[in-house]
């Protein structure tokens, strides 16, 4: 069993570029949450996919968008890139369930620097 | 609203004490609680997850509790060691998707 995995672990971009950040489920799981960790701060909840629609949607601007894929691996999306907006993104899998607890398992981020 | 508080912010501590970080939600309903260790930079290790139902969980030298009623959580973990030197932060299940984190104590365990 495969944990969760996201590419690039490293990013830097500048003001107003475009990014594309990836991840990979654990196996078994239909479900994807998205986390921003800003320097010295907790983990922000962005949004979460489940079987390839948005399934709640924390306070993010329309420029942060997801996909999530038949395979359950997921995308997120940032344009207009800001600089407030370097920080490391968290993805988190689950599997959703009326017997389960959704517990999330988290990969080890994506640390993007915008410059 | 939920919101998630942690205090201390940060917390040193000489070498084999046993210690508490403690962790307060404002909203009693909640599905989960989950605590997590970071490492600088790296991504987060989950140690402990208690059930709504459930009020304490044990790991080795940890132990989690969770009082609903009151809004709170501790993590104790005993005989502290330096490679316990970490950020511990508390995360709270606010519904069946969305986790809300609070900001972290950061632990340093001082030879």
């Known amino acids: 069993e495969t944990g969760v995995t996201q590419s690039p672990t490293h990013l830097i971009k500048t003001r107003g570029q475009q990014v594309t950040l990836r991840c990979s489920s654990q196996?078994?799981?239909?479900?994807v949450s998205w986390y921003q960790q800003a320097l010295g701060q907790g983990p922000q909840f962005i949004f979460q996919?489940?079987?390839?629609?948005?399934?709640g949607r924390g306070n993010f601007p329309p420029r942060f968008s997801g996909l999530q894929f038949p395979n359950y691996s997921s995308e997120l999306n940032v344009n207009a890139l800001e600089l407030d907006d370097s920080a490391l993104y968290l993805c988190a899998s689950s599997l959703a369930g009326r017997s389960s607890y959704n517990e999330q398992f988290f990969g080890p981020g994506t640390r993007l620097t915008v410059l | 609203k939920q919101e998630v508080t942690q205090i201390p912010a940060a917390l040193s501590v000489p070498e084999g004490e046993n210690l508490v970080l403690n962790c307060s939600f404002t909203?009693?309903?909640?599905?989960?609680l989950q605590w997590f260790r970071q490492d600088p930079g790296k991504g987060l290790t989950s140690l402990l997850l208690i059930q709504s139902s459930q009020r304490e969980q044990t790991s080795g030298r940890l132990n989690a509790s969770l009082d609903k009623s009151s809004g709170r959580s501790t993590l104790y973990i005993a005989a502290s060691q330096p490679g316990d030197s970490a950020t511990y932060l508390c995360a709270v299940y606010s519904s069946a998707s969305k986790i809300i984190f609070g900001s972290g104590t950061r632990l340093s365990i001082r030879p």
């Open positions: 196996s078994g799981h239909n479900t």
């Open positions: 996919y489940y079987r390839e629609e948005e399934n």
């Open positions: 909203d009693s309903a909640i599905y989960n």
